[in-house]
């Protein structure tokens, strides 16, 4: 699909678009607090399509998506997305079963969770990458999570086809500046069938994941209402913690760099 070139964007989206290829994210405190329901959605939608490319979060080409806990039901065979429960959502990058994962993505908070959790966890690519390289373990990890290709399980909503038949995507978890990675798509995945990776694979797997839940860097805050962030997907991870609110509810869009 043709991509078009913003030419003058606002001192805002500037900023966001700087941010977001230097530190890899930025929070904008207090977003457009005179705006309410369609008018605020359509504000955000406009200053994303200034950072970037909207993108559909569905089959439908939803742009706007609602994050809010529904009831997940008792079926442990559904693959759901972080955006449909509420318990603790791991460091992770976002569409990591995807063959290309959206670039960028913006959650705006219009109701934060009133009961204390829900935080937000944010993780660099350049800590987890200088952490892992300190041994030779996690060196040799970085070399097998470069050079091979790894299943992530494609969550429901997002499948392509319908029917029961689980779909996978494969890829590297590392590219050059690059990381795809969330642990249960890739667990459930092998659950299904574990000769989808070899030993070596798994080992690399597993000593990131450990590197990734025990990583000093990782910054913990909470999002206020009205706070925008915008997050660079693949050079950052993100998480939140578990939440009983049922009312907390943000909404996300998902954007590709303008080429
Ligand atoms: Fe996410």
């Not at 690059?178 to 574990?194: G, H, Q, S, V, Y």
Request: with cysteine; net charge negative.
């Amino acid at each position: 699909m043709p991509q078009v070139k913003v030419k003058n964007k606002s001192t805002l989206a500037q900023r966001i678009d700087t941010a977001l290829n230097t530190v890899g994210w930025i929070l904008i405190p207090d977003y457009e607090p005179d705006l309410e329901g369609a008018a605020l959605g359509e504000a955000y939608r406009a200053l994303c399509e200034e950072v970037g490319v909207p993108i559909g979060h569905d089959r439908a080409g939803t742009i706007i998506w609602d994050i809010k806990s529904r009831d997940a039901g008792s079926d442990g065979n559904k693959v759901i997305t972080y955006s449909e429960h509420n318990h603790e959502a791991d460091l992770h990058t976002d569409s990591q079963y995807s063959e290309y994962p959206e670039d960028y993505f913006g959650l705006l908070t219009l109701h934060k969770a009133r009961c204390g959790g829900g935080e937000s966890y944010l993780l660099s690519l350049e800590d987890l990458l200088r952490e892992l390289s300190s041994t030779a373990a996690g060196r040799e990890a970085i070399e097998v999570l470069q050079t091979t290709n790894y299943p992530f399980i494609v969550p429901n909503v997002f499948r392509k086809k319908t029917g029961d038949e689980p779909e996978f995507n494969f890829g590297p978890i590392l590219r050059k500046g690059e990381i795809r990675f969330r642990i249960d798509t890739f667990e459930k995945a092998l659950t299904i069938n574990p000769d989808l990776c070899t030993p070596r694979q798994l080992s690399a797997f597993n000593l990131l994941k450990k590197y990734v839940r025990s990583s000093p860097s990782m910054k913990t805050f909470v999002l206020e209402d009205r706070d925008l962030i915008f997050i660079n997907n693949k050079t950052m991870l993100h998480g939140r913690g578990s939440f009983s609110d049922a009312d907390r509810h943000l909404l996300r869009i998902r954007m590709n760099k303008t080429r």
